[in-house]
């Protein structure tokens, strides 16, 4: 625990409170420094003093939030969120609507996500788009906004792409950019903190949402109050954007997931079809029987429950299933899977066990009967990690690098912590050529591996026959042989 954090508590619920952004023990210094400016800036005594003026000024308030956001950014980042939104989202848009589209960057920082925005549409579609198009950037910093308005640029915002970007550059005698009038004036920028309702009227009745690099900051609860806050400013038929490092926790059954050209974005369908509907209940946490039963008929007496055959079965399913697992630790594969088939003709909702058996098949290099198990799962879970994992194995092995990757990335979708996936996707990346891609990966998987250990891997049974020292070994060793090969090239 840091020393600091008593002293710091009641900074960090105010500024959780006002503005979502929550910090962790090991970020509280930048919570320290911005606190220490502001007593020392507006001369005051101290800690006590200072949280007195700040929950009583708005003003202060703003000024601490300025201190405190983390507002990286530049041009074109994930530039493939963008080739999405050109190839197949805006001709979607444009043959349906008549009216001008919206589009948001919510949590835009100094403005170069939504400068990408209509760059990329104006190099697509030409200068007329901006007759079809309305561009809104929103920070709850007030400095980012005014750097964003102002659209002057440094080289650090310039990492992707430069040459098609420079065209809509004017270079400036102090080595930095400005951007040209006819984008500049094509993004409308302002204050906006995404957690305070109501937002401002010309934020309503958005067609696009890119919400990208924003939520990392939050805890679950701000995440899913500012996702359903965006989901609800967001047209029907409309699409949201994450970075593709958040994860799917954000969809609690209000935007639907779909994959456009190896990218995952979120869909506001009209209304929930009997299918959606099905797949949205899947999701909710069943109800106790005898809750329910007490809830809707107080006067009756308790629903006697047709408890000794459900339970007896249940238990038989888990002891069986146990004693495959055991067979797989000990590579009895064939005794395993059979024991898992009968235990399937049983208890054929039992996922676990499919999971197991796909892994084994796997294990057997029958790739054909895995993927086939596999595909059993996402029928019943169309977000099971496993499935997931072991299909993107199996496609690797069978040299189908795209469906493996789309696979990893699903993976990461569904638990951005599984350093499993990030160390595949490494592997591909690197296969690939993709340097920064596998450098990205592997320093991830890397920091998984040292923070949380090995065990988080997302699989029922991945027989893993070195120690954990051995992996963050050839993390490191990759980084290396990457740094290296990047530095000669
Ligand atoms: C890392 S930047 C992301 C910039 C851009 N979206 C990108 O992906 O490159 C995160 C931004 O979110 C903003 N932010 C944090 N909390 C916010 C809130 N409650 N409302 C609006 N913006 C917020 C920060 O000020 C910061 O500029």
Redesign the pocket.
């Given at each position: 625990m840091n020393a600091l954090a008593p002293v710091l508590t009641p900074f960090r619920t105010l500024i959780r409170e006002k503005?979502?952004?929550t910090f962790k023990n090991d970020a509280l210094h930048v919570l320290e420094a911005a606190v220490n400016k502001r007593i020392s800036t507006a001369n005051l005594s101290g800690h006590d003093e200072y949280l007195k003026v700040v929950r009583d000024s708005e003003e202060e308030l703003h000024r601490l939030?300025d201190l405190i956001?983390?507002?990286?950014?530049?041009f074109m980042?994930?530039g493939q969120h963008f080739g999405v939104l050109c190839e197949t989202i805006m001709p979607e848009l444009l043959s349906r609507k008549t009216g001008k589209i919206k589009i948001l960057?919510?949590?835009?920082?100094?403005g170069?996500?939504a400068y990408s925005i209509l760059i990329s549409l104006i190099e697509k579609y030409g200068i007329g788009i901006k007759k079809r198009v309305e561009i809104y950037g929103?920070?709850?910093?007030r400095n980012?906004i005014k750097t964003a308005k102002e659209a002057v640029y440094g080289n650090n915002s310039f990492r992707n792409d430069e040459r098609m970007l420079m065209k809509y550059f004017e270079p400036r005698t102090d080595k930095r950019y400005g951007i040209l009038p006819l984008v500049k004036e094509g993004v409308d920028f302002q204050v906006?903190?995404?957690?305070?309702l109501p937002y401002p009227g010309e934020l309503q009745k958005m067609d696009v949402i890119?919400?990208?690099?924003?939520s990392?900051?939050?805890d679950r609860e701000v995440q899913s109050n500012?996702f359903q806050n965006l989901s609800n400013i967001l047209n029907p038929e409309g699409y949201l954007f994450l970075?593709s490092t958040e994860t799917y926790y954000h969809n609690v059954g209000i935007l639907s997931l779909k994959e456009c050209n190896n990218v995952f974005l979120y869909h506001k369908k009209i209304s929930m079809g009997f299918d959606d509907r099905r797949k949205y209940k899947k999701t909710l946490p069943p109800l106790q029987p005898d809750i329910r039963a007490a809830k809707m008929e107080p006067s009756l007496p308790p629903v006697v429950q047709p408890k000794p055959v459900v339970v007896e079965k249940r238990r038989d399913a888990r002891v069986i299933f146990d004693e495959a697992l055991a067979d797989a630790m000990q590579k009895k594969y064939r005794q395993s899977i059979a024991k898992l088939d009968e235990l399937l003709k049983e208890s054929p909702d039992f996922l676990k066990a499919y999971a197991l058996k796909a892994s084994l098949l796997v294990n057997l290099q029958e790739m054909d009967a895995a993927r086939e198990v596999c595909n059993q799962i996402l029928e019943k879970d169309e977000w099971n990690l496993e499935a997931h994992l072991l299909l993107g194995i199996a496609a690797k092995i069978g040299d189908a690098l795209d469906e493996a990757l789309k696979m990893f990335k699903g993976a990461l979708y569904i638990n951005a912590t599984c350093w499993l996936a990030h160390y595949y996707l490494a592997d591909i990346y690197f296969s690939q050529h993709d340097v920064p891609g596998a450098h990205r990966e592997y320093g991830i998987a890397l920091k998984l591996l040292e923070t949380r250990g090995v065990e988080d891997h997302g699989l029922t049974y991945f027989p893993l026959s070195f120690p954990v020292e051995q992996l963050i070994h050839l993390c490191r060793h990759n980084i290396d042989k990457i740094r290296a090969q990047h530095q000669k090239d």
């Open positions: 503005c979502g952004v939030i956001t983390i507002n990286e950014t530049y980042r994930e960057s919510a949590g835009c920082s100094t170069e996500e929103v920070d709850i910093d980012v906006c903190n995404l957690l305070r890119f919400y990208r690099n924003v990392i900051y939050f500012i970075s």
